[in-house]
């Protein structure tokens, strides 16, 4: 009890200094939000449209679905003194698993102990590539999402821990260094409207370098991933019992753990914009120790024009894997119904190891209308190409069926983009 008494004196005394140094301060507090309005439609009966890999829905055979790129969002600054400040960012948008917490994007304090100097601590942004820190404002890019072959896949926007940041003025520029570290938590959806999820539990690290020079800017960064769960425990636990019938399980099984493996990114980002004509582009290698998150190349590359309130843009994108689909034989030999539990197991293994490939490539172009302030419309024509053992940036419609054929879909989407 006195020891509790204790703690709490002490834990009075430091809010009274608190409440003390910021009394002295000019405190200021501001609210600004964004939102979009959107409607897409995708002409592919078999695989669905979606803006990332947390969505469970999407648009397929000329449906027209509007929550797949309409979101809200709202942000709270805080300036509590010369050196403290806090921010709040909530958006409410179509996501699996849509609660608080994860509607909670950024909830960090910021410190500047020195000029040109950040630590902050909290929930943060990923700050891994170029749209990092306003992928979801949509008034703040072009396009009416970001490029899909590069940023589906990418869903980690958020993750608690700590970050620092250092920028440099330069006589010819500004150079800012980054490093971060955090957890996040995810769950992501199976297949098209299914409760059924995947869990991911990583530990993240990384930093990036970004230097700017008038109507340049250049990027380079870096992040590993460490994931603390098995995804796919029930299968690993299948093939660890398999393995006195089939030795090969032993393997499989080994690939398609992922407790303990890490991924790595490495991002390079280009950008030039003299506001008329402007170029963006980036490309990552994703390197993986684990086959269920496959090693990729990603990459686009957009050129735009400006005239007066429009804006007319091309984009063109290409995901690709660095290895061929596994192929997956189960032993022979063994009688009924071993045999048929076994060729089960060997298809499941299959199926996993290369359900989560992707293999595509897109080409599209489109217009911007700013006509009104911190009003946009947008209008946006795409086609993709999927390979037929690299769909899973989409959603299949029909889950029990395989997709045998190599597939095309022509996008077209509509956004209203507000700032307010």
Not at 141 to 162: A, E, K, Q
């Given at each position: 009890?006195?020891?509790?008494t204790h703690?709490?004196q002490?834990?009075s005394?430091?809010a009274?200094?608190f409440?003390?140094a910021f009394?002295?301060?000019?405190?200021e507090?501001r609210f600004s939000?964004?939102?979009t309005?959107?409607l897409?439609s995708s002409?592919?009966?078999?695989?669905a449209?979606?803006r990332?890999?947390?969505?469970?829905?999407?648009?397929?055979d000329g449906t027209?679905?509007?929550?797949?790129?309409?979101?809200?969002?709202?942000?709270?600054d805080s300036?509590?003194?010369?050196n403290?400040?806090?921010?709040?960012q909530l958006?409410a948008k179509?996501?699996?698993?849509?609660n608080?917490?994860?509607?909670?994007?950024?909830?960090?304090?910021?410190?500047?102990?020195?000029?040109?100097?950040?630590?902050?601590?909290?929930r943060l942004?990923?700050?891994?590539?170029?749209?990092s820190?306003y992928?979801?404002?949509?008034?703040?890019?072009p396009?009416?999402?970001?490029?899909?072959?590069?940023?589906?896949l990418?869903s980690?926007?958020?993750f608690?821990?700590?970050?620092?940041?250092?920028?440099?003025?330069?006589?010819?520029?500004?150079?800012?260094?980054?490093?971060?570290y955090?957890n996040?938590?995810?769950?992501?959806p199976?297949?098209?409207?299914?409760?059924?999820?995947t869990r991911?539990?990583?530990?993240v690290?990384?930093?990036?370098?970004?230097w700017?020079?008038n109507?340049?800017?250049?990027?380079?960064?870096?992040?590993?991933?460490?994931i603390?769960?098995n995804?796919?425990q029930?299968?690993i636990d299948?093939?660890?019992?398999?393995?006195?019938?089939?030795?090969?399980a032993?393997?499989?099984s080994?690939k398609t753990a992922?407790q303990?493996?890490?991924f790595?990114y490495h991002e390079?980002?280009?950008?030039?914009?003299n506001n008329?004509w402007?170029?963006?582009a980036?490309?990552t290698q994703?390197?993986?120790?684990?086959a269920?998150v496959?090693?990729?190349?990603?990459?686009y590359l957009?050129?735009g024009?400006?005239?007066?309130?429009?804006?007319?843009?091309?984009?063109?994108?290409?995901?690709?894997?660095r290895?061929?689909?596994?192929?997956?034989t189960?032993?022979?030999?063994?009688?009924s119904?071993?045999?048929?539990q076994?060729?089960?197991?060997?298809g499941a293994?299959?199926?996993s190891?290369?359900g989560v490939r992707i293999?595509?490539?897109?080409?599209?172009?489109g217009?911007?209308?700013?006509f009104?302030a911190?009003?946009a419309?947008?209008?946006q024509?795409?086609?993709f190409r999927?390979?037929?053992?690299?769909?899973?940036l989409?959603?299949?419609?029909?889950?029990?069926q395989?997709?045998?054929e190599?597939?095309?879909?022509?996008?077209?989407?509509v956004?209203?983009?507000?700032?307010?």
């Amino acid at each position: 009890m006195l020891r509790l008494t204790h703690y709490c004196q002490q834990a009075s005394l430091l809010a009274l200094l608190f409440i003390a140094a910021f009394s002295q301060a000019e405190i200021e507090h501001r609210f600004s939000g964004f939102a979009t309005l959107g409607l897409v439609s995708s002409d592919n009966p078999k695989l669905a449209f979606r803006r990332d890999i947390s969505q469970g829905d999407g648009s397929y055979d000329g449906t027209l679905e509007w929550r797949t790129d309409s979101l809200i969002g709202g942000q709270w600054d805080s300036s509590w003194s010369s050196n403290i400040d806090t921010t709040v960012q909530l958006v409410a948008k179509d996501r699996h698993e849509n609660n608080l917490n994860n509607s909670v994007e950024w909830a960090f304090v910021r410190y500047r102990p020195a000029d040109g100097f950040d630590l902050r601590l909290g929930r943060l942004g990923t700050d891994i590539f170029m749209l990092s820190d306003y992928r979801q404002v949509g008034y703040a890019f072009p396009w009416v999402r970001p490029p899909h072959d590069y940023y589906t896949l990418l869903s980690l926007y958020h993750f608690d821990g700590i970050d620092l940041n250092k920028r440099i003025n330069l006589s010819q520029g500004t150079l800012n260094l980054k490093a971060f570290y955090g957890n996040s938590d995810q769950k992501f959806p199976t297949g098209l409207r299914s409760s059924d999820t995947t869990r991911l539990d990583f530990d993240v690290s990384g930093a990036s370098v970004v230097w700017e020079q008038n109507d340049w800017k250049l990027r380079y960064s870096y992040a590993n991933v460490n994931i603390n769960n098995n995804v796919a425990q029930s299968l690993i636990d299948a093939l660890d019992a398999a393995v006195p019938l089939w030795p090969e399980a032993a393997s499989l099984s080994r690939k398609t753990a992922t407790q303990g493996r890490d991924f790595r990114y490495h991002e390079l980002g280009f950008g030039y914009d003299n506001n008329q004509w402007w170029v963006q582009a980036e490309a990552t290698q994703l390197r993986s120790a684990t086959a269920i998150v496959p090693q990729s190349d990603h990459a686009y590359l957009s050129i735009g024009r400006r005239f007066e309130h429009f804006s007319l843009y091309t984009l063109g994108g290409i995901a690709r894997p660095r290895h061929d689909p596994a192929v997956v034989t189960p032993p022979t030999g063994y009688p009924s119904p071993i045999a048929e539990q076994l060729a089960q197991l060997a298809g499941a293994t299959a199926r996993s190891l290369n359900g989560v490939r992707i293999h595509q490539k897109s080409l599209g172009a489109g217009i911007r209308w700013d006509f009104a302030a911190k009003m946009a419309l947008k209008v946006q024509l795409e086609e993709f190409r999927i390979d037929r053992q690299g769909t899973n940036l989409w959603l299949r419609t029909n889950s029990g069926q395989a997709i045998t054929e190599n597939q095309k879909s022509q996008v077209i989407s509509v956004s209203l983009d507000v700032l307010f």
